[in-house]
């Protein structure tokens, strides 16, 4: 089999798995079982077992990549139709967003360098809070690797997904903006995902906060470049 056929058929295995995932999780709800968790385990296996290179998996599949751009873009939409709500607390939205930003780059930053982390981690994960594609163009005036960025960022998604309504059950958070803006902010696309399926309101604040949330990292980070490294 050439290289083209096999990045082909990685391509091909990668939409089966996804769309089977996807039908799985919709009959159980279950948070192993969610496609951003359960999908790329199945294919780290299938490259691990298939003995498959990077390369030749992302040959054909780059495109999936380019995709995250406008999968962002289009949770504007149901920011647009929701519009009134949104101006009427676009003060308390705003200053979250700033604040939510600035404390997530420096404790990611301040507890890699407890912890002795290397330089080009401390970079990395500096930008973990906010969306694969802000968190790529705000890795670059930070000297971040691509590579680790993403991991970073999905580890942090999944992980704010998973204790999001613990956390907002012990500090009796019951206010739907407000789980909204936490998951937008702290989790990016996987807890939007999750704020949709808690109501409309929730799942548009927190596309909101997690687009604003973006936008203030990439204009920060030559900042963040020049005074933390």
Not at 177 to 194: L, P, Q, Y
């Given at each position: 089999?050439?290289?083209?056929?096999?990045?082909?058929?990685?391509l091909?295995?990668?939409?089966?798995?996804?769309?089977?995932?996807?039908?799985?999780?919709?009959?159980?709800r279950?948070?192993?079982?969610?496609?951003?968790?359960?999908?790329?385990?199945?294919?780290?296996?299938?490259?691990?077992?298939?003995?498959?290179?990077?390369?030749?998996y992302?040959?054909?599949?780059?495109?999936?990549?380019?995709l995250?751009?406008?999968?962002?873009?289009?949770?504007?939409?149901?920011?647009?139709?929701?519009?009134?709500?949104?101006?009427?607390?676009?003060?308390?939205?705003?200053?979250?967003?700033?604040?939510?930003?600035?404390?997530a780059?420096?404790?990611?930053?301040?507890?890699?360098?407890?912890?002795?982390?290397?330089?080009?981690?401390?970079?990395?994960?500096?930008?973990?809070?906010?969306?694969?594609?802000f968190a790529?163009?705000?890795?670059?005036?930070?000297?971040?690797?691509?590579?680790?960025?993403?991991?970073?960022?999905?580890?942090?998604?999944?992980?704010?997904?998973?204790?999001?309504?613990v956390?907002?059950?012990?500090?009796?958070?019951?206010?739907g903006?407000?789980?909204?803006?936490?998951?937008?902010?702290?989790?990016?696309?996987?807890?939007?995902?999750?704020s949709?399926?808690?109501?409309?309101?929730?799942?548009?604040?927190?596309?909101?906060?997690?687009?604003?949330?973006?936008?203030?990292?990439?204009?920060?980070?030559?900042?963040?470049?020049?005074?933390m490294?």
């Open positions: 089999m050439s290289n083209f056929q096999l990045s082909v058929l990685c091909v295995i990668t939409l089966g798995i996804y769309f089977a995932n996807k039908r799985l999780y919709r009959r159980f279950k948070l192993p079982l969610m496609p951003l968790v359960l999908t790329p385990a199945l294919l780290v296996l299938m490259l691990v077992f298939g003995h498959i290179s990077w390369q030749n992302i040959g054909e599949s780059h495109w999936l990549l380019w995250l751009g406008p999968a962002t873009i289009a949770f504007a939409v149901p920011v647009y139709d929701n519009l009134a709500v949104i101006k009427r607390h676009w003060m308390s939205l705003t200053a979250g967003v700033v604040t939510a930003t600035l404390v780059v420096t404790s990611s930053v301040w507890l890699a360098r407890l912890f002795m982390l290397p330089d080009e981690i401390q970079r990395s994960l500096a930008v973990r809070s906010v969306t694969t594609p790529l163009a705000a890795a670059e005036p930070l000297g971040g690797q691509p590579d680790l960025v993403a991991l970073f960022v999905v580890v942090t998604g999944v992980f704010g997904m998973a204790v999001g309504d956390l907002f059950l012990r500090l009796s958070i019951r206010e903006m407000a789980k909204g803006a936490g998951f937008g902010a702290a989790s990016h696309g996987a807890g939007t995902a999750r949709y399926e808690l109501g409309q309101q929730e799942g548009v604040v927190a596309s909101l906060v997690m687009m604003l949330s973006g936008v203030v990292m990439v204009l920060v980070s030559p900042l963040v470049a020049r005074l490294f």
